[in-house]
């Protein structure tokens, strides 16, 4: 159940601002570089990783989504959006389909939510569009995207990245992209415990390391118990 609760606090109140779309921002690479600090890149990737871990097995998030579902709000007067602070647009008008297992069998990723985070991750730590970078031998006939263009695109990018991107980080995306090399005989496994093991953990790491930065204070607190603990999602 869904129900409107009016803001108690001025500063928790959205009236008089101005969004801002993913898509917008990294469509202007001088407009992101100056947007997005590498402290706010790193915020925003453990809140995006967060948002797929607890919603992608449900209606809120479409397989599909990406940067033109993601946007920010950005103050009277200030300059620039708040990069760390994301929200999505969400459309329950138009319900997803069910995968048929037989078709999955043929699919290029098994989880294209996830594959849909790691092009993300690429996107925002990179400031990039990832349909810049296709290239001829992506497309079909030089010229049309098909359901593996993105993921080519992807690991290509990655392997560039290698030796500059952080490691804890490049694990996150490596896992996004071949979740089913990573995640191989681990099917019957919970959800939730795999991703944060095998990306939200690491982006978290970073985050804390880098930047001194604890998912608590993203409010995250209590959701995941330490590692020692090993007890994934409570």
């Given at each position: 159940m869904l129900w409107q609760q009016r803001a108690k606090r001025p500063d928790s109140q959205i009236r008089h601002q101005l969004d801002a779309s993913l898509m917008s921002l990294l469509g202007d690479a001088e407009c992101w570089k100056e947007s997005s600090k590498?402290?706010?890149?790193?915020?925003?990737?453990?809140?995006?990783?967060?948002?797929?871990?607890?919603?992608?097995?449900?209606?809120?998030?479409?397989t599909d989504f990406d940067k033109k579902q993601i946007f920010f709000f950005r103050e009277h007067g200030a300059q620039h959006p708040d990069v760390g602070r994301p929200l999505f647009a969400l459309d329950f008008t138009h319900p997803q389909t069910t995968v048929d297992e037989d078709d999955n069998l043929f699919s290029v990723h098994s989880n294209p939510t996830i594959l849909s985070l790691g092009i993300l991750l690429l996107e925002i730590n990179d400031g990039i569009k990832i349909e810049d970078?296709?290239?001829?031998?992506?497309?079909?006939?030089?010229?049309?995207?098909?359901?593996?263009?993105?993921?080519?695109?992807?690991?290509?990018?990655?392997?560039?990245?290698?030796?500059?991107?952080?490691?804890?980080?490049?694990?996150?995306?490596?896992?996004?992209?071949?979740?089913?090399?990573?995640?191989?005989?681990?099917?019957?496994?919970?959800?939730?415990?795999?991703?944060?093991?095998?990306?939200?953990e690491p982006l978290e790491d970073v985050l804390q390391h880098s930047w001194d930065v604890t998912p608590g204070q993203l409010g995250f607190d209590g959701i995941h118990t330490s590692r020692e603990a090993g007890s994934g999602a409570t």
């Open positions: 590498p402290r706010d890149r790193s915020i925003l990737a453990v809140r995006l990783a967060h948002a797929v871990m607890h919603c992608s097995e449900g209606p809120w998030l479409r970078h296709w290239a001829p031998e992506d497309l079909i006939d030089g010229l049309i995207p098909n359901e593996s263009t993105n993921l080519t695109t992807a690991l290509r990018l990655l392997k560039k990245l290698d030796g500059k991107l952080v490691i804890r980080s490049q694990k996150a995306v490596r896992a996004c992209l071949e979740w089913d090399r990573f995640n191989d005989g681990r099917e019957d496994e919970d959800f939730v415990k795999r991703m944060y093991e095998l990306i939200v």
